[in-house]
């Protein structure tokens, strides 16, 4: 298997726009996170899947962010508007059977706002 | 809630020295813990866990970690750093679902 894939590795947008950053898991894999990493606070959970469900959402910070997983093979984590504050580093990762086993994550996806 | 404390966001050794990375957690049941590892521009990869069982866990690259219940940590060692350990690490938890909680990371520096 070729690992997570996230799609594009580097977005450049204009405040306003509607971002989609994609994410193919693991083939087989039961759970997908997406987590956004900034200098300023880390590594963030936005919210994770299980078996295209999602489960939990507390860490999307604002209604202009929605994610979506219409089948086992595709995610997607939408901004819009976008905004500045936004910019950060977007990581998908996936796993087998959740909290025992090790979440394989995605090169990511260098997001800037301007 | 559960969350997880990493003492020193930078740490720096010389080559052929002993790495400690310090890891502190909090939770009300007990967790699962894991060490990943973040080159520059790479996602994270992990370097070992711990879910039962013995509480000394080694793993990849010589790198060990345990787990002591008492102090709540589970800090990460190896017994002679190299330059290709230059990296940034990431103690991370499960305890309640399955969320995994990272803590804010520690850069490793590594001189020759």
């Known amino acids: 298997d070729a690992g997570v894939i996230q799609s594009p590795r580097h977005e450049v947008t204009e405040m306003g726009q509607e971002v989609t950053l994609r994410c193919k898991p693991i083939?087989?894999?039961?759970?997908l996170f997406w987590y956004r990493q900034t200098m300023m606070r880390g590594l963030e959970l936005l919210i994770y899947f299980n078996n295209n469900v999602p489960i939990d959402d507390s860490g999307m910070p604002e209604d202009r962010f929605s994610a979506k997983m219409p089948n086992a093979s595709f995610s997607t984590l939408k901004i819009q508007p976008s905004e500045p504050r936004d910019s950060a580093v977007y990581f998908c990762?996936?796993?087998?059977?959740?909290?025992?086993?090790?979440?394989?994550f995605g090169q990511g996806t260098r997001l800037t706002v301007v | 809630a559960q969350s997880v404390t990493q003492l020193g966001s930078h740490v720096s050794v010389s080559e052929g020295a002993l790495v400690l990375l310090r890891c502190n957690y909090s939770?009300?049941?007990?967790?699962?813990l894991f060490w990943y590892v973040q080159y520059p521009n790479q996602g994270l990869q992990l370097l070992l866990k711990?879910?039962?069982?013995?509480?000394l866990v080694k793993g990849i690259n010589g790198f060990e970690a345990e787990f002591k219940k008492s102090e709540t940590s589970f800090h990460l060692t190896k017994p002679s750093a190299h330059m290709s350990d230059a990296a940034e690490y990431f103690c991370?938890?499960?305890?309640?679902?399955?969320?995994?909680?990272f803590g804010t990371g520690t850069r490793l520096a590594v001189r020759p």
């Open positions: 991370a938890l499960v305890s309640s679902g399955d969320k995994l909680t």
């Open positions: 990762a996936s796993s087998l059977n959740g909290r025992l086993s090790e979440a394989f």
């Open positions: 711990y879910t039962t069982g013995a509480t």
């Open positions: 939770s009300s049941v007990p967790p699962y």
């Open positions: 083939s087989g894999h039961d759970y």
